[in-house]
């Protein structure tokens, strides 16, 4: 029988972006020194891998390009010298290079009934000896036993160092911040191939916890592999079968109501969408994966289903209608991965996954509405993702080949009628009572994306060179503006509205049992139903060295370039000036500690929608152009403007009033009014940028240090600081002129429309202007265009604690993150309050954390019991003050307006920067009080019979109930961070975080 011994072993492995790399340095335990022509072993049982290598001078031994699977081990067979030693169980994920440290133990030191040395490696803290890159892992294992609502493996990223839970600009905006960012340009990587969703921003699919591996979360400082982000890169390892059956099945309930919390405010659905009363969450799935051939050919399988039910009520006293309205959501994913072995040199992947998202608007309101369920709608997220990767390896190289089609369609407004108008109904003292129809506007984008991936390495000694190429083309299209069977809004007489009312008609009612002959308060179509877009080509290509200058100094320096021919906007050329260099350092300062650091440029990608608004609200007719040409006249666009190059007849509506006699269903179609479109005035349009975009990037600079306490325990502290520029927000060409609004601002001194729009460069009035001495209405209040010109500073210290559970029966993590996150913008269509004033608008940003609180821990009292509480502390989110409209002024009236300066972007409910500011305060100048967040997970394993299990299990979210009126993942127009009055008026609560909710599973196990 053979016995062990247990050697404390520094295990060197970090996450630098490469091919999936396991460099053995096999060293003598006694002398510390390398020994040189050694020959090793590395094996994967599970999937019949084995390489022998033999030591080089300096005692490493490269296994280049080895399968992303979990259990490895390094064997050393022993010899007249050395005793037989194997490692344990080593994991890899993909992009990943693991560096092993293999101490050899002479056959004098180890007694004659040893057969074997097994070397203990440590599982999840181990110090990064090769770089300086402020990377985070969760493991599969992690992810099984943290608290993790609906399988949702974002929700378990905020549990790591530098990333916060998001407040986005629509609700299924990504809920992850890193560094305080707009979580929009966060890269999302599948096995490190692009899975971004290119109008907005976001996941494309979203990888459930059954086809995940592990994640990694590189947040500063990484290789030059990776780009088109300045914010950070989340990437996806995700599974693969081995000769062994192994699955699950498995069954999540969120019974809801009935054993949670009760709370006053809506709570969110996994696609970030409002639900309360009703809602229950009910999933299941399997999974499973093996052989098709043994030893050669593998497969993994993963389909998950999630049902969402949710009420809402549908309340109209006026048309006897209380009725509660019954919607469900749709959630299905389907992941298939073969992994081929060609031969020992030439291995091959396929992966496809497939997502069909769709979430209802069934009318009604969470506490009320008038929206009946003719208009109710389906949102669409559909996607995408067939992946086929090819890895070959040579004694001193390896390649990587990698192609992936994708496909996104997101339909924002899928009517179930969608050749119907939309109709609201308003009674005798023009009030709404019921909105019928479809809705009343299209948005339905479609990408389809190729990428293509060449990359290289090269072991030359102490060098390894790294190298690739890459493109990325995505065609856009998008279906957009308004209503093509027109919006009509109705007035109801008393005789009218009884009718209805007596004919309990209930939520049935139809746009066909309105009388014939109703008032037509308003009616408006779209112009220009149809679909347009562009495709969108970047091109990247890096060299990357990581040379060993010493046996305790490593050093990473390269290089990248990336173009995006979408940067040319309105120009003759585009950004071609993308170079980014990258560097960093990683000193050993013993055999326990080393300091890193290092600095490098990050370019970010270009989002499509940047684009496509300026084709979208654009317009070539002859009067804008006459009005641009004024613009270049006053040197308010470039003198070099193409004004053909910056217009596009894009989407545009007329509109009728009351006094136009529409008949009601018989407005005039669009075609029949083209004639018209020429001379219809805009509040607002826009055109490409005529200098073109640029892409924005950010200097980063990291300094950290780590501590290997023991073979379980690490410590380590960053230091971070990254300054941005060149953030996209936009610019109005015809802004009206500053207006200073300080804290002795009364209602009397509220600058009215009419003075604001005189006071634009082009004066506006009675929707016209006069230009050149002539009269022109085909024009716009303001024109908008992308600029990029935003900055952003973050600074931030991480101090991090782990220990690993190793033998014993618990483990646990600790972070603390101290932070500053301020900007002058917060996304693409951020505007400044006051004019084009920018200077005014730099503060701490929406998802600025100043301290961040994580900890972790897991208690494993008895044979397949574990129990996690996990802990998320954090100080309150910033506020943004706009006027309170209940002021009283000495006269009585009331502060009824939040547009102060007139300008007519006081919009208010945002944080795109549209809203005037309180009187005497600045952009996001207060705070919300501290959110404190516990969460439990306790779950059972027992076995039925060999190689299966049954586990029942147990979360607990908000274990304490608190009430969290900040630190949640939200959107900003129904968050607490918008708030009337100055800071020392208070705030109300209009929202706040789930209170104590409940989550049941089971699975089995196989």
Known sequence: MKKYLSIALLLCCTV???????????????????????????????????????????GKVFFNSIPVVNGYQVVFDGDDTYAAQVSELLDVRSNQELSLQFLLIPSSSVTESLDEVVVSSIAGARINRKSAEVSFELKEAELKELPVEGRDITRALFRLPNVSQATGFFPEAPNVSIN??????????????????????????????????????????YSAEFGLSNNGVINVTTKSGGNEIEGEVFFVTRPGASVDASSAFAQRDLSGNQVQDGFQRYQQGFAIGGPLVKDKTFFFLNAEYTRDLKDNLLNSEQLNVNETVRGSNNFTYISAKIDQNWS???????????????????????????????????????????????????????????????????????????????????????????????????????ENTFQFQQKGKFYLGNHTLKAGLGLISGNHSLTGG????????????????????????????????????????????????????????????????EWSATDKLKITYGLRYDYDNLSKGGSDKGDLNNIAPRFNFNYQLGDNASIRGGYGIFYDKINYAIYSDALQQNTNGADYRVQLQEFIDLGLLPADTNIDRVTFEGNLAASFVEADNISYLNGPSGETLQANRE????????????????????????????????????????????????????????????????????????????????????????????????????????????????????????????????????????????????????????????????????????????????????????????????GLLQSGQPINRIPNTTIVTSDFEQFLTRDLNGDGTGFGENFTGNSDRSPGESRNSDRLPWSYTFDLAAQYQFELSKGNKIELRADVFNLFNNVNLSGFSNNATQSNQIQEGPADSGFIARNAAPPRQFQFSARYLF
Request: no cysteine.
């Open 180 to 221: 305080g960012g707009n979580g929009l340009f966060t890269s999302y990587l599948i096995d490190g191939l692009d899975n971004n969703e290119r109008f907005l921003g976001g996941q494309k699919f979203a990888i459930p916890v059954g086809f995940t591996k592990d994640i990694t979360v590189l947040t500063n400082n």
């Open 16 to 58: 630098l972006s490469a091919q999936e790399d396991l460099v053995v340095t096999v060293i003598d335990f006694n002398t510390n020194k390398p020994i040189e022509g050694i020959t090793v072993s590395l094996l994967n049982k599970n999937m019949a891998y084995e390489v022998n290598k033999s030591t080089s001078a300096s």
């Open 344 to 446: 020992k040199n030439f291995r091959s992947s396929l992966r496809a996954n497939v997502g069909l998202v769709t979430i209802e608007r069934q009318g009604g309101g969470l506490e009320g509405g008038v929206l009946f369920p003719s208009a109710g709608n389906f949102q669409d997220r559909n996607s995408l993702n067939i992946a086929f990767k090819n890895d070959f390896i040579g004694d001193k190289y390896s390649l990587q080949s990698n192609f992936q089609y994708s496909r996104f369609r997101w339909d924002y407004g899928r009517p179930i009628d969608a050749d119907s108008p939309r109709v609201t109904i308003l009674d005798p003292g023009s009030a709404a009572i019921a909105i019928i129809g479809r809705p009343g506007f299209d948005f339905d984008a479609l």
């Open 482 to 545: 308004g209503n093509p069977s027109g919006n009509y809004s109705v007035r109801l007489t008393q005789d009218q509205l009884d009718q209805l009312s007596t004919a309990n008609l209930g939520s049935s009612l139809s746009i066909t049992d309105l009388p014939s002959d109703v008032t037509v308060t308003s009616y408006d179509v779209e112009l220009r139903p149809q679909s347009f877009g562009t495709t969108q080509n970047i091109y990247s290509i890096y060299l990357e060295d």
């Open 679 to 870: 001379n219809v005035f805009s509040n607002e349009r826009r055109i490409l940028n005529p200098d073109g975009y640029k892409n924005p990037f950010t200097h980063q600079f990291t300094l950290g240090y780590q501590l290997q306490i023991d073979q379980s325990s690490l410590f380590y502290v960053d230091l971070v600081h990254n300054e941005a520029r060149d953030l996209f927000r936009l610019r109005n060409l015809n802004a009206a002129a500053e207006f200073p609004i300080d804290t002795n601002f009364t209602q009397d001194d509220v600058r009215t429309a009419a003075e604001a729009d005189l006071s634009r460069p082009i004066p506006i009035e009675n929707g016209g202007a006069t230009i050149n001495g002539e009269r022109l209405t085909g024009i716009a209040r303001s024109v908008v265009i992308t600029e990029s010109e935003g900055r952003s500073r973050y600074s931030a210290l991480s101090l991090n604690y782990q220990k690993d559970r190793g033998e014993g029966i618990f483990g646990y993590r600790f972070n603390y993150t101290l932070s500053s996150s301020k900007n002058d913008t917060e996304g693409i269509n951020f505007r400044a309050m006051d004019g084009n004033n920018y200077d005014l608008e730099f503060g701490p940003s929406i998802n600025d954390r100043t301290h961040l609180i994580n900890a972790i821990g897991s208690l494993y009292p008895v044979k397949g019991l574990s129990v996690t509480l996990a």
